[in-house]
């Protein structure tokens, strides 16, 4: 992306990414800071804005399609608006800065993945997941577990929260996640941890630490119903994990050339089978590999394993049926506000 003059003159190093914005507005990312620049419009001339990553703490609020991070420093606090439709992409660039900044990561370690849940947020790298509890989404109060301590990985399916089981060293961190979301965390934090020990399914994980020992603790976070994830996802031009990209048949795999596009991904459960829509039958795999066999001989686990796709297609439509449900009332809310302006 060729960036404004304006932006050039600010810079003292190469920009690690950018975003766009809507309109000429950009976004820049460097190690050390945040440049955000604001184009001509009939009410402004054209502007820039630095935010530096050596925060104490960051928040994040949505409303009226805009989500607004407030940066805290020690000397007072920024706020920084986008448009909805960016705040993820925005969220995980600034974070990546800010953990770097505060000697979280290490410089060359690079963020798979930002996951807000109510008073939960997650960060996938490709090296260690950092946890934070509390109403921010950063501060000094959190954890880090790099994975080269992690012995095993376990998923307990709920129909409103999925457990996470990381064991640490043979022992058991618990985290919980909304049952809709965690088929994504499942996918980024699987193959970050596959592809940093080298294996290519979690069972192999055991080789590289001490078996697990002790029970799992149940999460101090409790995750409502009616409790959404405070950043929506959204889609950018760059290559990020969203909720289209878990029905990959070949998820631990990113490199695959038979990918198949965003748009087709969106119809698929998570477990990879093609979804119709709402009133399509799914396909029986076994009817399909096994013709010949007699009928009633079906086993146990193919039953089960057909219980849990369907389970996992009536999420995505859920799913699916929610978001197209808040985009019309979007919508609406700027039809309104357009109405109200003439």
């Known amino acids: 992306m060729e960036l404004p003059e304006l932006v050039d003159r600010r810079l003292d190093e190469r920009p690690r990414s950018t975003v766009a914005l809507d309109g000429e507005d950009v976004a820049v990312f460097t190690a050390d800071r945040t440049l955000v620049y604001r184009g001509d419009s009939l009410l402004r001339d054209a502007s820039i804005e630095t935010y530096g990553h050596d925060i104490e703490r960051l928040t994040a609020s949505t409303g009226r399609g805009e989500t607004t991070f407030v940066l805290e420093y020690v000397s007072g606090r920024k706020e920084l608006t986008v448009p909805e439709g960016h705040a993820e992409a925005v ?31 997650i960060v996938v790298t490709d090296g260690r997941l950092v946890k934070h509890v509390g109403a921010a989404v950063w501060d000094d109060e959190h954890e880090s577990f790099p994975f080269d301590t992690v012995t095993g990985l376990e998923f307990e399916e709920g129909v409103v ?11 058991a961190e618990r985290i919980k996640a909304p049952s809709e979301e965690a088929p994504l965390l499942r996918r980024t934090l699987t193959r970050a941890l596959c592809t940093f020990h080298g294996v290519d399914s979690l069972d192999r994980l055991e080789s590289f630490g001490p078996a697990a ?14 409790i959404p994830p405070l950043i929506e996802t959204g889609e950018t031009d760059e290559e990020t ?35 119709g829509g709402p009133g399509r039958e799914p396909v029986d795999r076994a009817e399909e590999s ?40 979007r919508l609406s809310e700027i039809a309104d506000h357009l109405d109200a302006d003439r």
């Open 91 to 121: 969220l995980e660039r600034l974070l990546h800065g800010i953990l770097e900044t505060g000697d979280v990561l290490d410089s060359n370690e690079r963020v798979q993945g930002v996951y807000l849940f109510s008073d939960l947020t």
């Open 213 to 226: 020992t002790d029970p799992a603790p149940d999460s101090s976070i409790a995750l409502e119903e009616d």
């Open 241 to 275: 994990d969203t909720v289209s990209a878990v029905g990959r048949d070949d998820w631990l795999n990113p490199e695959s050339d038979d990918t198949p596009s965003k748009s087709n991904n969106r119809n698929r459960p998570a477990d990879g089978r093609q979804a």
């Open 290 to 329: 096994n013709s010949d066999e007699p009928a009633g001989e079906t086993g146990t686990g193919d039953i089960e394993a057909l219980e849990q796709q369907v389970r996992a297609l009536t999420r995505v439509v859920d799913q699916q049926n929610e978001l197209l449900e808040r985009q019309s009332r």
């Open 161 to 171: 929260a999925t457990q996470v089981v990381l064991w640490v060293q043979g022992h």
